[in-house]
C-alpha cells in the first residue's frame, strides 16, 4: 500500500539514503530541508525547522495537498562542534529549538491529523548513541538523550491512538556530521566500535524503513542502536 512519508533533514546523507529507500518502494516522499534539494526527485520542501510558525504553515500546506502524513521520519539535526564552554546559551537555544522542539511539533502536528481521520501510522526519531553515553559536544549529546525521552513519552500517548513511535541511535555514520570531527576524534569513536569500521547512511536507513513498516507492527517505545556494537 502507498504511504505518503515525510522525512526531515533530506539533504543530509541519512536523510538522502532514506528518502531514496522509500521511493524505491512507490512511496509518496516528501523530503524536507533548509534551502534547495541537494540530491533525489523526490519531491522537496524548504522549511526552516527552528521556526515554528513555518513548520505549522508547511504541514499545513502538506496536509492539504496530500490529506495525512503515514510515516514521519524526524532526522534533521543541528550539530555544532563546540565543547562545553565553547557553547554560547544562543548556541544551546538553537540545537535544541531543532532537535528536540521541531520532533515534538512535527510529531503533534502529524499525530493530530491521523488522529482526526481515524488513521494508524508510525514516527521513526533520529537520536544518537551520543544521547546514551554523553557525547563529544554538550549541546548535541544533551539534545538526542532529550530525543530518546521524547521518543518513549509518545510511544506512551500515541499508542493508544494507532500510531507506533520508536528511535533510531546511530553511532559512527559516514555522513557530513561525521566528516566535520577532528580525525583523532573519528579515531577513538572507532577504537571504541568492536566492528571496526564507519557505517553507512543506507545502514541507518534499512532501520528506519524496518521500524515504520509492518514488519515491526509490535515493536513500539523502543531506541533501536545501529552503531557496530559502539561502547
Known sequence: ????????????????????????????????DVGQQKSGDWEHVSCDLSDSKMIESVFAEIHREHD??????????VFQ???FFDISPGDFE?????NVEAVFLTSKLMSARLIERRRPGAIVNIASMA???????????????????????????LGPR???????APGLIET???????????????????????GKPEEIANAI??????????????IVEVCGGFQ
Open 162 to 168: 494507532g500510531i507506533r513511535v520508536n528511535a533510531v
Open 131 to 157: 544521547g546514551i553515553g554523553g557525547g563529544a559536544y554538550t549541546d548535541y549529546g544533551t539534545s538526542k538523550g532529550a530525543v530518546m525521552v521524547l521518543t518513549k513519552s509518545m510511544a506512551r500517548d
Open 68 to 77: 495525512a502524513i503515514d510515516i514521519l521520519v524526524n532526522n534533521a539535526a
Open 209 to 222: 524503513e524496518f521500524l515504520a513498516s509492518e514488519r515491526a507492527s509490535y515493536v513500539h517505545g523502543a
Open 1 to 32: 500500500m502507498t504511504k505518503v512519508v515525510l522525512i526531515t533533514g533530506a539533504n543530509g546523507g541519512i536523510g538522502a539514503a532514506t528518502c531514496s529507500m522509500f521511493q524505491k518502494q512507490g512511496h509518496t516522499v516528501i523530503g524536507l
Open 176 to 198: 557530513g556530521m561525521m566528516r566535520s570531527n577532528p580525525s583523532t576524534l573519528t579515531e577513538k569513536l572507532l577504537e571504541r566500535t568492536p566492528l571496526g569500521r564507519v
Open 94 to 98: 538553537q540545537t535544541m529549538r531543532v
Open 81 to 83: 562542534p563546540r565543547r
